[in-house]
């Protein structure tokens, strides 16, 4: 929980120090790119995380790669404090904080929404339109695709879960017929 709570500072900082709400999804996208290549290179998490290699070194490592990546001033100069500060092993809950508060400031939430087959623009802008207006928010659709669903579809929105999966239906029918519900 401790954890949590120091993202969301940092995230809550990087916020007000962006400001301007137009470029808060901007820099939301360049944390999440930089917190995957965290997350999938072990290179990269071994060379950041070595105490053995100067912070000022590793620093360097940041800003050539911030640069050559085209992370924004404020974004890597977060990076250079997590660095500093040793917290780097912070940075993917710091991004998912960020997209978090990006998204509060913005009225928007994430939706992960799981489908048997992977859905048409049309379907997906009439989901996307249906969820709006069940949220009362802006909507950013995540689509997945799972065959093992069947049909229908999961929407996951925060920690609610809205399952109208075929493989759902099936399996509350079963537990209604053997008399576990």
């Known amino acids: 929980m401790k954890q949590t709570s120091l993202a969301s500072r940092y995230a809550r900082a990087l916020a007000g120090a ?14 999440d790119a930089f917190s995957r290549l965290y997350e999938t290179s072990k290179d990269l998490r ?27 001033a404020r974004a890597a100069r977060l990076l250079e404090i997590l660095l500093s500060k040793g917290r780097m092993d912070l940075l993917p809950e710091v991004s998912r ?31 996307q339109a249906s969820l709006e207006k069940f949220t009362g928010k802006k909507v950013r659709l995540a689509p997945k695709v799972d065959a093992e669903i069947l049909g229908g579809a999961r929407a996951k929105i925060g920690s609610l879960v809205y399952d109208g999966t075929v493989a759902h239906r099936l399996d509350k029918l079963k537990r209604q017929l053997i008399g576990e519900e």
């Open 46 to 72: 071994d060379f950041l995380l070595n105490p053995a290699i100067p912070v000022a070194s590793r620093a360097k490592g940041i800003a050539a790669l911030s640069k050559r990546t085209r992370v924004s």
């Open 97 to 127: 904080e960020f997209r978090r508060v990006e998204e509060e400031i913005l009225g928007m939430v994430s939706v992960e929404l799981t489908t048997a087959r992977p859905l048409t623009a049309p379907e997906v802008k009439r989901v």
């Open 18 to 31: 962006v400001g301007e709400k137009s470029a808060l999804e901007s820099t939301a996208e360049e944390l």
